[in-house]
T-cell receptor
């Protein structure tokens, strides 16, 4: 069984400030990890993913995340928030042995204050 | 631009109506999914088709009936729905079992309102 916990259902940052969205996972095997973004009334779009190899992964729109096995974490960061980053962010995990079933976290709504 | 196309974008139906949601992708993906998303909640998996065969049904009520006519198309037939079925219905695709990483490509969704 696998699960994802996102700490903070709502995060507010000032424009230009660091964005940090937290994600911890639980999995019996080394997982595949994803961050998706959802803008209002739209579908989800992949920001970045970790499968194997380098633990620091870079994604679109200046976001990056680091896989830390010892902490079972996959936190999402961006050095400088932009107004256009305001959206809902979902962390997700899948099992490499049978990854049709993706488990999503409960989501974090990011508000960017001008 | 999304490469998974869903129609219609909005649908309002009564509890006795029969309607269908449609999804199409032309990326050569062999796995297709239906998710249901309520406001302020994550997507909930409903069905997975792998190589045009139903591989996962998350105990969804029979008033939702999926269909995969070919590798590019996925339908969700709706009949005798309840107001609590009102939600955003998301279609997604991925490369398929044994290929890729399970990365999902989502459509923009169909907003369903049941009166």
């Amino acid at each position: 069984a696998q699960s994802v916990t996102q700490l903070g259902s709502h995060v507010s940052v000032s424009e230009g400030a660091l964005v940090l969205l937290r994600c911890n996972y639980s999995s019996s095997v080394p997982p595949y990890l994803f961050w998706y973004v959802q803008y209002p009334n739209q579908g989800l779009q992949l920001l970045l993913k970790y499968t194997t190899g380098a633990t620091l992964v870079k994604g679109i729109n200046g976001f990056e995340a680091e896989f830390k096995k010892s902490e079972t974490s996959f936190h999402l960061t961006k050095p400088s928030a932009h107004m256009s980053d305001a959206a809902e962010y979902f962390c997700a995990v899948s099992d490499p042995r049978g990854y049709q079933k993706v488990t999503f976290g409960t989501g974090t709504k990011l508000q960017v204050i001008p | 631009d999304t490469e998974v196309t869903q129609t219609p974008k909005h649908l309002v139906m009564g509890m006795t109506n029969k309607k269908s949601l449609k999804c199409e992708q032309h990326m050569g993906h062999r796995a297709m999914y239906w998710y249901k998303q309520k406001a302020k909640k994550p997507p909930e998996l409903m069905f997975v088709y792998s190589y045009e065969k139903l591989s996962i049904n998350e105990s969804v009520p029979s008033r939702f009936s999926p269909e995969c006519p070919n590798s590019s198309l996925l339908n969700l037939h709706l009949h005798a729905l309840q107001p609590e079925d009102s939600a955003l219905y998301l279609c997604a695709s991925s490369l398929g079992q044994g290929s890729g990483t399970g990365e999902l490509f989502f459509g923009e969704g169909s907003r369903l309102t049941v009166l």
